[in-house]
């Protein structure tokens, strides 16, 4: 095995690795701590802008409950809205839309009852593990402080809303996830801020979630560099899998391992391509806003008000109010409608202070067309690991992915069934 050059950016000299990670975000960097912890050595690269991160925008829920994917029934039942742009949780640009045929097909397809019945059950095991693999990451490292233990809640409007609802509650129960429903008046106990306008309420109790998905970040990536791991900051251009190795080329530098674990998000396309994979892949991004508090307001857990179809998440400084999917390219320019009407349905939600000047944020979610990830090799490369596609729920289950791509590449069972999750199956 050829050994790797100095790191220059991050000025250490590298050692010959076992496994090259290519990217940063929740997914790679616990998928580079899980294998350190099998006392491998790891490359972590990565472009290195941690506010383009989906890892580093999100609501911080970390919900065993989320289940069901978007393909489901309800699409068809929405279609005409989501066509005319008047579905506040899903926008569409027609070029975005043209551009990602392949996964819009996959995704019609999967838009049943059957399709989601299968999703959710491949992904009850998945999330269930997520918050105890986020305490084990926690406490291995220090981080407890990060995590709120109160679960989280959805709340409707209406009688109608919550009825709608039934189908997911009783897939809940079948699963063992625990989550009562709640009236106005046992809504308005827990959580007392909250406008009066929700008849019902679902509180998923088991569910964490982080203060601050980003701090919780650079605190894991700091635990990777003091265990030894090296960091290239770069864009990752070319992979090759020779012999016995494998090689990814940061412009015209190599660094080289047993094994190559591509964790990109939302850019998994770009590195796909060359290596001759065409997965039907498309970006749901979200925005972010950051509001101050007011000096009267409490939240202790995050809310999703079903018929905004925004979250309000309670930051360590602040609320972040995160808004639904809008199908769009990645490099697409910002569109922050959606953004301003989460916000204005927030406000009516919870008082709040000033926004926070130039907290506004916009991120991509990696999607595939059935929610559920890839991870596993690679088909035709049997030293590459896939672990890319988490859609809703990659923050949720970026410990756990972790720990299964160890698995995969230390030969051991994985700890939940993952069969579901080959690439194989496109
Ligand atoms: C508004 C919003 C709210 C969300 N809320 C939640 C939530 O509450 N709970 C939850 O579980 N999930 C949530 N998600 C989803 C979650 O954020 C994502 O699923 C998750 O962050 C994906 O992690 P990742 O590591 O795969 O991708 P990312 O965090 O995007 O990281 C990928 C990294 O790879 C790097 N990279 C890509 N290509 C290359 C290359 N060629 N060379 C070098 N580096 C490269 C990128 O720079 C990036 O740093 C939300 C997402 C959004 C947008």
């Not at 109160?150 to 409007?157: A, E």
Request: hydrophobic share 45%.
């Amino acid at each position: 095995m050829r050994s790797v050059k100095t790191i220059r950016d991050a000025g250490i000299v590298a050692r010959p690795n076992d496994v090259v990670v290519v990217g940063a975000g929740i997914v790679g960097l616990c998928c580079g701590l899980a294998l350190q912890e099998r006392g491998l050595s790891v490359t972590l690269i990565d472009r290195g802008e941690p506010r383009g991160q989906a890892s580093f925008g999100n609501a911080g829920v970390i919900s065993p409950g989320s289940i069901l994917p978007l393909a489901g029934p309800s699409v068809w039942r929405n279609f005409g809205r989501y066509i005319g742009g008047h579905e506040a949780a899903v926008r569409l640009r027609w070029s975005a839309l043209a551009a990602s045929m392949p996964w819009a097909i996959g995704f019609l397809r999967a838009s049943n009852e059957g399709s989601q019945l299968r999703s959710a059950t491949a992904l009850a095991p998945f999330t269930a593990a997520g918050p105890s693999a986020h305490i084990a990451l926690a406490d291995r490292f220090g981080l407890r402080q990060y995590y709120r233990y109160g679960g989280w809640l959805k709340l409707y409007r209406d009688r109608a809303a919550f009825d709608a609802g039934k189908r997911e509650r009783a897939l809940l129960a079948d699963h063992g996830i625990k989550a009562a429903a709640l009236s106005a008046a046992e809504l308005t106990d827990l959580e007392p801020s909250l406008d009066a306008r929700f008849t019902h309420a679902l509180w998923i109790t088991d569910a964490l979630s982080v203060d601050s998905p980003g701090a919780l970040l650079e605190r894991l990536f700091e635990s990777f560099a003091a265990g030894g791991g090296t960091i290239r900051i770069g864009v990752a251009d070319q992979i090759i899998q020779e012999d016995d190795q494998v090689v990814v080329k940061v412009g015209g530098e190599g660094f080289d391992g047993r094994f190559g674990v591509l964790a990109p998000g939302a850019w998994a396309k770009h590195l796909l391509q060359p290596l001759g994979y065409r997965l039907p892949l498309a970006v749901e991004r979200g925005y972010h806003r950051h509001i101050d508090w007011r000096a009267d307001t409490r939240l202790q857990r995050p809310i999703h008000d079903a018929g905004g179809a925004y979250v309000i998440a309670p930051m360590g400084d602040g609320v972040r109010v995160t808004t639904g999917v809008e199908l769009a390219l990645i490099d697409d320019p910002p569109d922050f409608r959606q953004l301003e009407s989460a916000v204005a349905e927030a406000r009516r939600t919870l008082p709040l202070g000033d926004d926070v000047p130039e907290s506004t944020w916009l991120g991509c979610r990696p999607s595939t067309p059935d929610g559920l990830p890839v991870i596993g090799f690679a088909p035709r490369h049997d030293r590459i690991v896939f672990a890319f596609g988490h859609g809703h729920i990659g923050f949720a289950t970026g410990p756990i992915t972790g720990t299964i791509v160890a698995d995969l590449i230390s030969r051991r069972p994985a700890p939940v069934p993952i069969e579901a999750f080959s690439p194989d199956r496109f």
